[in-house]
């Protein structure tokens, strides 16, 4: 019984692995052209995006496989351990260094906010299964598949609450459900692109309007000129982007 307590969520985890290895390979030419978080902190690999992204593919499967059929456990287990702390190593490096990039493990364009803590998060149960694993090969008697699937599915719904794929696939704006709350306006704060144009074109510290459509979040802030232009962020879940707009002297009183 306790062996198979223990179980459940290292096989939970594999048939994750295992889903995610094949959605990378089922997509591989579409998302493996273009940037991602690993070629954003390593530009060196741009030219090979699709080789790394098919090869992050083939890795999850391979020890997604090798977790479920695998004896002993312990070897299986402890491929898992050391794929989940790499993934969280690879995740807290990359929000240190505030990296752009997409990555549909973040589901958003940028590692700052929520995102990176649900990635985080989710590295660290991975890591926990794995080591949960290692100790069930230590202990005497079979694993009962009521108390494997018991704990597969309740850690299996664990693992999806924090996933952005989960929740983009719902329709949540890539959003987990958890760690789903940020401050829209502080991420556009953060980006060199805006201390950049707050450096070149003065413009109002507080936005005079902001607004939601779809996903993407905007914020308009008045140019000091007094010219009619306004400076436009989008925060949506590709990337942050700015224009200058020339608004109508009609329509600013509007943005008052």
């Known amino acids: 019984m306790v062996v198979g307590l223990l179980r459940g969520p290292l096989y939970a985890t594999a048939i994750l692995l295992l889903a995610a290895g094949v959605s990378k390979l089922g997509t591989i030419t579409a998302v493996g052209n273009r940037d991602n978080l690993l070629t954003a902190m390593a530009p060196r690999l741009k030219p090979y995006r699709s080789i790394v992204f098919g090869g992050l593919g083939i890795l999850e499967v391979g020890v997604a496989v090798i977790a479920l059929v695998i004896r002993p456990k312990w070897i299986s287990a402890g491929a898992v351990v050391v794929l989940g702390v790499a993934f969280v190593a690879f995740l807290t490096v990359a929000r240190k260094r505030h990296v752009v990039g997409s990555c549909a493990c973040l589901g958003r364009g940028t590692t700052a906010g929520y995102s990176s803590a649900a990635g985080i998060v989710r590295g660290a149960m991975v890591v926990f299964s794995g080591c949960m694993g290692v100790v ?16 597969g599915c309740a850690y299996g719904m664990g693992l999806l609450v924090v996933s952005p794929e989960f929740g983009a696939w719902l329709g949540r704006c890539k959003r987990p459900f958890v760690f789903a709350m940020y401050d829209a306006l502080a991420e556009v704060r953060r980006t060199a692109q805006f201390r950049l144009i707050r450096d070149t074109v003065d413009f109002a510290v507080h936005p005079s309007d902001q607004w939601t459509s779809d996903c993407t979040a905007y914020f308009s802030f008045p140019c000091a000129s007094d010219d009619g232009r306004v400076v436009v962020f989008s925060n949506g879940p590709s990337a942050i982007q700015a224009r200058i707009v020339d608004m109508p002297p009609e329509l600013l009183p509007a943005l008052g």
Do not use: Q
């Open 136 to 151: 069930s090969d230590g202990l005497r008697g079979k694993a009962s598949p009521l108390a494997v699937g018991l704990t």
